[in-house]
């Protein structure tokens, strides 16, 4: 039990675009959501946390126009990177928690290359 | 930041039992001490949690000191599969996980 997908696993896009990305879990309701961005050879950074139905409380540093991120479903977490540059160029990984326990169970991560 | 410090990185011989410290010294009452690895390229895999008792499951145990300033997670019979970064996280108040630079383990044949 416990799983959380993330799709999709990999996506390139060109710069000034804009990338969606899905997180969800598959056999428990998430009450909470986080978002964690990894830049190579560096540990996980949280970016976000959100509570289904309501806004996302961002980190500092973490611009919140730039990452929309959506938790209108317990099972569906959506983080849209917005007008990508290449430097977030990066790693994004979801996390998920909810029902008897706390514990935040991850996903596999995306990785998005902006060119 | 994050509230715990670990070594950068440990070797382990296969087979053997791995060890990996954790400390904590900021530690509230009710704050847990979470243990999650990372492989390359991957998201990390939870492995096991407690607040104050000794924790055991198929993976691992976690040994918590009575004074809950340090922790260890214990692989009992390492394999070249575990070779990964662990992170050892006090959870926050609101869920929140702050993760360190972890512990690189290298399980050697």
């Known amino acids: 039990g416990a799983v959380v997908s993330q799709h999709p696993s990999w996506v390139i896009c060109k710069s000034g675009t804009s990338v969606k990305i899905e997180c969800r879990s598959l056999?428990?309701?998430?009450?909470?959501m986080f978002w964690y961005r990894q830049f190579p050879k560096q540990s996980l950074m949280l970016m976000a946390t959100s509570n289904e139905g309501s806004k996302a409380t961002y980190e500092q540093g973490v611009e919140k126009d730039k990452f929309l991120i959506n938790h209108a479903s317990l099972t569906l977490s959506t983080l849209t990177v917005t007008s990508a540059h290449p430097e977030d160029s990066s790693f994004y990984i979801c996390?998920?928690?909810?029902?008897?326990?706390?514990?935040?169970?991850f996903g596999p991560g995306t990785r998005l290359t902006v060119l | 930041d994050a509230k715990t410090t670990q070594p950068p990185s440990m070797d382990c011989a296969e087979g053997r039992a791995a060890n990996l410290p954790c400390n904590h010294s900021t530690i509230s009452g009710n704050e847990y001490v979470y243990w999650y690895r990372q492989i390359h390229s991957q998201g990390p895999q939870y492995i096991i949690h407690?607040?104050?008792n000794n924790e055991t499951n198929e993976m691992a145990s976690l040994i918590i000191t009575e004074d809950r300033k340090s922790s260890t997670l214990i692989l009992p019979h390492a394999t070249l599969r575990d070779t990964a970064v662990y992170y050892c996280i006090v959870r926050g108040y609101n869920n929140d996980m702050r993760f360190g630079a972890g512990t690189r383990l290298t399980v050697k044949p």
């Open positions: 056999d428990f309701q998430a009450t909470t």
């Open positions: 996390s998920a928690s909810g029902g008897d326990t706390d514990t935040q169970y």
């Open positions: 407690g607040l104050k």
